[in-house]
């Protein structure tokens, strides 16, 4: 198996689905579950606080509503994040610096290249 392949699947193993975090959202998400999966912790916890007491409710629930257009752009950055992890910035420490174009046509995966195309737009 080629490193292109180990990565993909390494990829593949990490990535983060909005299907998943919004049914966290929809069934947990007074207590933060969907935060806590897309790896938001500090926010997580604040949710699961303020689900604890009366007082915290009413914010709770403005902010439960706003997630939910929050969940597409946290579950994108999540999935960037790790194709930067996997992308190897430690790996590229060694080799000569890449301008963009170059950098764009040594991409791992296409779909970096759509997420790359979609984040120019």
């Not at 007074?30 to 949710?47: K, M």
């Not at 994108?76 to 174009?101: V, W």
């Amino acid at each position: 198996m080629d490193s292109r392949t180990q990565e993909h699947l390494i990829f593949e193993a990490h990535r983060k689905s909005a299907g998943a975090t919004y049914l966290l959202w929809f069934f947990l998400g007074f207590f933060g579950a969907h935060r806590f999966y897309l790896g938001r912790t500090r926010s997580a916890i604040v949710q699961l606080l303020m689900c604890l007491s009366i007082i915290g409710i009413i914010p709770l629930a403005f902010w439960w509503l706003i997630d939910a257009f929050l969940i597409p752009d946290m579950v994108r950055d999540e999935n960037l994040e790790t194709i930067r992890k996997l992308g190897g910035h430690e790996k590229r420490l060694h080799e000569p610096q890449l301008n963009a174009p170059e950098r764009a046509a040594a991409s791992v995966d296409p779909r970096v290249e759509e997420i790359r195309e979609m984040r120019r737009r």
